[in-house]
């Protein structure tokens, strides 16, 4: 201790600022989530209950098709998040600088829109009526209308869909980024070789590719697992029999709206381990040490 | 020296004493003649600041809320001159409950008077966070009964019943003319009167534009009264509404949906596109409650009696009857008597009879009934301001009053309404769904009464 505050002195110092907000605004907040998942808490307190509120949570039916419904909405657009960015940011790559730049930013700019916007939007594509967008399209396909956010059954598949046909601009540019850092004389080497277009993509650029892959990834899990606004403003905050119903929508309705915020915290708890659960896996399936 | 002790006055009491004075008389009123003789025994009212807090308030809007409130505030303080009330507002929504009950239930500060729903009444008054309003036994019974029933805990009344919020129906009387259904006569039908209407009111027209007979706003359990179904026993403490009555009442719901006579989207449909599809006019009846009126009278196409009525709910098997909510004019417990007492003297205002006619007489006159008053001597206004108005005045006497039940909210949104839209889509009878919620429900009601 001594040792580490002779030789980095004052800089110490300079971190601190950044260290207390973060004990502040993040990791008392963490801890205090920990703290409330082991108690009967209300607004006016609560008391001691132990591992309680995660027994409820295992005979609750509807956390469990919160849990199902979150780990099936994410593993679904995760993956074709990170196959349209990686495919979209491949198709531009040939492109020129301008021709790059103008893509990058063409796929970038939807992400600053209100997120709730979007999903008003997605609301209106989906509509059950004939004049939602999709079943004007399936109207004029000469396909009958669907049910789409108005039944149990579509309506899952309906909130995916909007995701998995939203085009992921960070994604895009980050793996466009990398893409143009990768070594020429790999690809050289590879068409010297005789290797085609696709199999240099898929045996040089992929592979090469996986630190990024990794990151967004993990980013993309967590975001996916937060799911909130899209189900909230598409289907009322759990569709028709709960059918969208997701953890963290079930987090905030049982702490805001049932007033149970030990059981919400222990909902969170859940979804922070499977968060952490899967990064790990994540990590250790993916990790490269390929330098270039 | 004995002289001396019993009057002695050292220099910082006669300063503190001259301060006191000084302060009264800056306080006072100005030096006017006074027609009452000083010392008759006359108190001068003590000036006197309280805070109300009023969702959906939004100083300088014209939102309901505002409006009314801000007239009742003038109102208030022209025949309480030494009461001056700040309003503070908030949206309706999660965020402001919060805000509500870290007031008044962790901080125990917060509003001196405040106006709630439901649940709030009995979590508050469990907490002992409720001043309990001084009511004569002549003013209980000027109250509605089952209002009073919604805002008493443990024998006590908590609250102040302000408004009864009847739901019922809103019919498109163009559409009816064009379909050539006779509306009900003075709004009374049956249900088989009501689904035969709905079925000849959905169709579609020749430029393709497809019409629905009925719509609601997912917003309510009306049908399931119809036939005499009711959520708990009369003492609240058992979970009734898997009764037969209860299911009948479902299954003629049910049967709307398999009629299809309700839009495709009836399952998520919003009360604000509900409204928008019926003035628009697809929707030929639409389930609403009372405050809809007043958006229908804001449309200068859109005349009462002409292009649309009203008409209650369709009549089951058991007399008629409607859904209902109560709002309550509640008043913190504090320590501070003053402000305690101005909070009663201003909640009495806010459900009695006299700011009706107060505000009504303004410039520009302010409706401040936005439903019918809780208290008969209060009721007579609302009708007043419009002949729909007069109609849904009478709809009091037969509304069902949801009991308050702290985890109602709960049982309501995370059980009730997923079974009954199992029901509504054909995946379950009304009996398997309503059975199947039965327990979780008692459960929670039996936690709601502990």
Redesign the interface.
């Given at each position: 201790m001594r040792a580490a505050l002779r030789r980095h002195g004052w800089s110490y110092l300079f971190v601190l600022p950044t260290f207390s907000l973060f004990v502040i605004f993040t990791l008392l907040p963490v801890v205090q989530a920990f703290v409330l998942s082991l108690q009967s808490a209300r607004?006016?307190g609560g008391d001691w209950v132990g591992l309680a509120n995660f027994v409820t949570l295992a005979e609750d039916p509807?956390f469990r098709q919160a849990l199902g419904n979150t780990v099936l909405y994410s593993a679904l657009v995760v993956a074709a998040q990170l196959t349209l960015a990686l495919v979209v940011a491949s198709l531009i790559q040939p492109l020129g600088r301008q021709g790059q730049t103008f893509y990058r930013a063409l796929f970038y700019l939807p992400l600053v829109n209100s997120a709730i916007l979007v999903a008003m939007v997605w609301r209106w594509i989906f509509?059950?009526?004939?004049y939602g967008l999709a079943n004007t399209v399936l109207g004029a396909l000469g396909f009958d209308?669907l049910?789409w956010?108005?039944?149990?059954d579509q309506a899952l598949a309906a909130v995916i869909l909007s995701a998995v046909l939203t085009i992921p601009g960070g994604g895009v540019v980050l793996y466009s980024a990398a893409m143009g850092s990768l070594p020429r004389e790999l690809y050289e080497a590879a068409e010297v070789e005789g290797a085609g277009p696709l199999t240099k993509w898929w045996y040089i650029t992929v592979p090469l590719l996986k630190p990024t892959t990794l990151y967004l990834l993990v980013i993309y899990t967590i975001l996916a697992f937060q799911v909130f606004e899209r189900v909230y403003v598409m289907?009322?905050g759990?569709?028709?029999?709960?059918a969208t119903i997701t953890i963290v929508q079930l987090v905030?309705?049982t702490a805001?709206?049932?007033?149970?915020y030990g059981l919400a915290s222990a909902m969170a708890v859940v979804l922070f381990l499977m968060a952490v659960g899967v990064a790990v896996v994540q990590f250790r399936s993916l990790r490269s040490d390929v330098e270039y | 020296m004995e002289r001396d002790a019993g009057v002695r006055i050292d220099r910082r009491r006669f300063l503190q004493a001259l301060a006191a004075v000084g302060v009264a008389t800056a306080c006072g009123p100005a030096a006017a003649p006074s027609a009452t003789p000083s010392g008759s025994g006359t108190a001068v009212a003590k000036p006197v600041s309280i805070e109300w807090w009023r969702r959906n308030y939004t100083p300088g809007s014209q939102t309901a809320e505002t409006v009314t409130s801000d007239g009742a505030v003038k109102g208030f303080r022209a025949r309480n001159a030494n009461y001056t009330i700040t309003i503070q507002g908030g949206p309706f929504g999660p965020e402001t409950d919060q805000k509500f009950d870290i007031a008044i239930l962790q901080q125990k500060a917060g509003p001196d008077v405040f106006h709630t729903t439901g649940g709030d009444v009995l979590k508050y008054a469990a907490a002992g966070q409720l001043s309990e309003p001084p009511l004569s036994a002549a003013e209980k019974s000027d109250f509605n009964a089952s209002a009073l029933t919604a805002t008493t805990y443990r024998g006590k009344v908590v609250a102040y019943p302000l408004w009864i919020v009847p739901w019922f129906e809103y019919i498109n009387l163009d559409l009816f003319k064009e379909r050539g259904v006779t509306p009900p006569k003075d709004g009374n039908w049956t249900y088989e009167e009501f689904l035969d209407a709905a079925k000849k009111l959905t169709f579609k027209r020749a430029d393709g534009k497809q019409i629905y007979g009925f719509a609601h706003a997912n917003d309510e359990f009306a049908f399931m009264l119809i036939d005499g179904g009711r959520l708990y026993d009369t003492a609240v403490k058992t979970w009734t509404f898997n009764s037969a009555e209860a299911v009948s009442g479902l299954e003629r719901w049910v049967a709307l949906a398999k009629e299809k006579v309700m839009p495709p989207d009836f399952l998520t449909l919003n009360p604000n596109d509900s409204q928008a599809r019926f003035i628009s006019g697809e929707i030929a009846i639409l389930q609403r409650p009372s405050a809809m009126i007043n958006v229908l009278n804001a449309d200068a196409k859109w005349k009462y009696g002409t292009n649309w009525d009203i008409a209650n709910f369709p009549k089951g098997k058991t007399a008629q009857t409607a859904w209902g909510g109560v709002g309550f004019i509640a008043v913190r417990e504090q320590a501070d008597a003053d402000k305690k007492t101005a909070a009663h003297v201003f909640a009495k205002y806010l459900t009695g009879p006299d700011i009706g006619p107060d505000l009504k007489a303004m410039t520009p006159p302010i409706e401040y009934w936005l439903a019918p008053a809780a208290r008969t001597s209060a009721a007579g206004i609302y009708g007043e301001y419009h002949p729909a108005k007069a109609k849904v005045a009478k709809m009091g006497s037969f509304t069902y009053v949801l009991p308050n039940v702290s985890t109602w909210s709960e049982i309501d949104q995370k059980y009730l309404r997923p079974a009954r839209d199992a029901a509504l889509e054909g995946k379950k009878t009304a009996k398997q769904a309503l059975d199947e919620v039965a327990p979780t429900a008692q459960k929670l009601l039996d936690e709601a009464n502990k």
């Open positions: 607004i006016t509807v509509n059950p009526n004939p209308p049910l956010i108005g039944s149990s289907t009322n759990g569709g028709p029999n709960n905030y309705s805001f709206q049932f007033g149970r | -």
